[in-house]
């Protein structure tokens, strides 16, 4: 049983445009959620992370937009650059720091 | 600081073969973690350590073993291989605390076994 769903599957974005990856989660005790970029060949990175008692958090072109009523968390990434294609997950977690992952977006910003 | 090292990169098994997968932190985490990573599928937790001598199991244990007899270290052994095991393993590390949760993976090995 998947406890977070994460769509797109794969998105692709003429540079300049907005990418957007949506996440829904299951388990109302989940207080932690990030989200990770994975370049290929390499390890998950973390990009950025938002807890519940928040609405949205901004760190440069990327933000992450969350719903706690409805239980969905998006990430925005904002002017997406080629260098922006990678594969993007969400996750989840609460105690004790064991993370819930997607299956994956994979983004592709074309030049 | 190295962060956190995976040895070997790359690993050729045949089936019923066993092999350990070294991973080691410098960050004094207490944290680390084992994942595999299947195409389509995202991640998976093998087995996770909240500490030294502690272990416990993640939603795909079967078929390996881990130990933490220290802070820095976490191999995960394969025993008798099987070609449901062809996958990329990576382990990860996170502190304690508020603020800590951040994961940080290693560059992954890619285990084939045929």
């Known amino acids: 049983q998947q406890q977070v769903k994460q769509s797109p599957q794969s998105l692709i974005v003429q540079k300049g445009g907005i990418s957007i990856i949506n996440c829904a989660y299951e388990n109302t005790a989940f207080d932690y959620f990030p989200w990770y970029q994975q370049f290929p060949g390499k390890g998950p990175a973390l990009l950025i992370a938002i807890r519940p008692d928040v609405s949205e958090k901004k760190e440069g072109r990327f933000t992450i937009s969350f719903n706690k009523s409805a239980k969905q968390f998006s990430l925005h990434i904002m002017d997406s650059q080629p260098g922006d294609s990678a594969t993007y997950f969400c996750?989840?977690?609460?105690?004790?720091?064991?993370?819930?992952w997607g299956l994956g977006t994979s983004l592709a910003v074309n030049p | 600081n190295a962060g956190v090292t995976q040895t070997p990169k790359f690993r050729i098994l045949k089936i019923g073969q066993s092999m350990t997968l070294q991973c080691t932190q410098d960050?004094?985490?207490?944290?680390m973690y084992w994942y595999r990573q299947d195409p389509g599928m995202g991640l998976k937790l093998i087995y996770y350590?909240?500490?030294?001598?502690?272990?416990d199991k993640g939603e795909v244990p079967n078929g390996y073993n881990v130990s933490r007899s220290t802070t820095e270290d976490f191999p995960l052994r394969l025993e008798l291989a099987a070609p449901s095991q062809t996958s990329v393993y990576f382990c990860a590390s996170s502190g304690v605390g508020q603020g800590l949760n951040e994961q940080y993976f290693g560059p992954g090995t890619r285990l084939t076994v045929t």
């Open positions: 350590s909240v500490g030294a001598g502690i272990t």
């Open positions: 996750a989840a977690s609460g105690s004790p720091r064991k993370l819930i």
């Open positions: 960050m004094n985490h207490n944290y």
